[in-house]
């Protein structure tokens, strides 16, 4: 089934500095989505991407929905201890669809 | 303005137990999806359901499990006989009736012993 590649997998960075991870797939998606998960919590949507090219951000984060449809990036600026969770992407294929594919994650864990 | 809400948030079964986990979507969603992240994994679809239908069911597996959200009540995911790779954490997640906005629940974590 469809797959969608998320990198890197964890990553430890010092309190203010930015992070940038990405996801990729070898489908074409319609909609892409960036959560974050706390531990023992649920996903919280925290960007949604409707067109392909779109920037959008949310406070320090900014995601983008790359331009082949099969890729998106999510930055975060000046990063703060709270940022600690999981990120993940998760795709729509079709505009519509119900069924979200989503990445494996990304284990950010942010250093006083 | 209580959001999607699961219970048990743990749920401890032997072997060959029945599990039942819960979900009440949030007020003014009718359509409910399961979705089951296994550790260190991304969620993985299971069911999507309206009020007594269901609407997809491809990724549940063909056996020991079932889903139903009945015309009053919670939905409810029911896996018979649980065995150890049964483990894992199961989200609920509701939408409304336009669109497919999802909220996801805090989840149920099973552990099968």
Redesign the interface.
């Known amino acids: 089934g469809q797959q969608l590649n998320q990198s890197p997998q964890s990553m430890f960075i010092q309190e203010g500095e930015d992070v940038s991870m990405n996801c990729t797939s070898s489908s074409i998606f319609n909609t892409w989505l960036w959560y974050k998960q706390d531990p023992g919590e649920g996903p919280v949507l925290l960007i949604a991407l409707y067109k392909a090219g779109e920037l959008t951000s949310n406070g320090r984060l900014t995601a983008q929905f790359g331009i082949t449809r099969k890729d998106s990036f999510l930055n975060i600026s000046a990063s703060i201890p709270s940022d600690v969770g999981i990120y993940f992407c998760a795709g729509q294929l079709s505009s519509g669809t119900y069924k979200y594919i989503f990445g494996t994650g990304t284990r950010l864990k942010v250093l006083a | 303005n209580a959001g ?1 809400m ?1 219970n048990p948030r743990h749920l401890v079964r032997r072997r060959g137990q029945e599990a039942r986990l819960r979900c009440s979507p949030m007020k003014g969603h009718s ?1 409910v ?1 399961w ?1 089951r992240q296994l550790p ?6 299971m069911v ?1 359901l309206q009020k007594e239908n269901i ?2 069911e491809s990724g549940m597996p063909k056996e020991r499990f079932s889903a139903e959200f009945p015309k009053e009540g919670p939905s409810i995911l029911r896996i018979q006989q649980v065995v150890r790779g049964d483990s894992a954490a199961y ?1 609920c ?1 509701s ?1 409304p009736p336009i669109g ?8 149920t ?1 099973l552990t099968v012993v």
């Open positions: 999607v699961q359509h999806y979705y260190e994994e991304g969620l993985k679809f999507y609407i997809d989200f997640a939408s497919f906005r999802y909220t996801f629940g805090s989840g974590r």
